[in-house]
């Protein structure tokens, strides 16, 4: 059975290290165009034309690669102060939710940590970026993200041209000036990719956050314990958040 010395030793710098990681991942999900990437490949209108190199931005984060680091640093710090505050209180109540059961005989003590922690999750799922709603998204299993339907755009060149603003005469020379036209010299075929999420699932993801920091509240005046026990939350509140239904 671990000591509660041994927990209290262990939670400074767990703290330390999950604010680091959430704070990481908030200015990450801060970048959207960490999340996105593109090909686009130019198509001449003709065998003469010119030819442009192909563009390419590749993806370097994902949403759900984020939300697996925030998931494992927090899980373990979740549960040694759960196990510190059991130890040091007696009280004890269930988080219940709409009739569910999230949490039993949970401290009030980590019910209070559970609170905050909670905040600043809300806090850093709600920077993460959000599928551009004007674009139309089909999620591609194989990619594991999301492309939307390609778009064409046309390729312009200016090319001069002679206006002549008085003809000839036999005292005087035309009067001519130059100027441009712009002329559809190819098209551009866009094809974009994302990893962030649709506006819908966040909107959820943010609610069930929500709802278990309103169930902590209504249940914290009323948990305790006194016993150094391990716990083990961690696990059931991020497959709360995440939308994971567990069977019995």
Request: aromatic share 8%.
């Amino acid at each position: 059975m671990t000591k509660l010395c041994q927990i209290t030793a262990l939670l400074t710098g767990k703290k330390t290290a999950v604010t680091k990681t959430l704070t990481e991942i908030y200015h990450r999900f801060q970048k959207p165009a960490l999340f996105n990437g593109l090909t686009k490949r130019y198509y001449s209108a003709s065998e003469e034309g010119e030819t442009f190199p192909d563009e390419f931005q590749n993806i370097q984060q994902t949403v759900q690669t984020s939300l697996v680091d925030i998931r494992e640093a927090m899980t373990g710090l979740l549960d040694l102060v759960a196990t510190q505050d059991k130890a040091n209180s007696i009280a004890k109540a269930d988080v219940v939710w709409n009739g569910q059961t999230i949490l039993s005989a949970v401290p009030v003590t980590h019910l209070l940590f559970l609170e905050k922690q909670l905040t600043d999750l809300h806090t850093a799922l709600g920077a993460i970026p959000i599928l551009d709603p004007q674009e139309k998204w089909e999620y591609d299993a194989n990619a594991a993200c999301y492309g939307s339907e390609p778009s064409e755009t046309n390729k312009t060149k200016k090319v001069p041209r002679t206006h002549v603003k008085y003809d000839a005469t036999e005292q005087h020379p035309a009067q001519t000036e130059m100027y441009h036209e712009d002329i559809v010299i190819g098209r551009w075929k866009t094809n974009k990719f994302s990893t962030a999420i649709p506006a819908r699932d966040k909107i959820a993801l943010l609610k069930r956050i929500e709802q278990l920091r309103d169930a902590v509240k209504l249940a914290r005046e009323e948990a305790n314990s006194i016993e150094v026990t391990d716990v083990k939350y961690g696990k059931e509140i991020f497959d709360f958040i995440m939308g994971i239904q567990n069977t019995p």
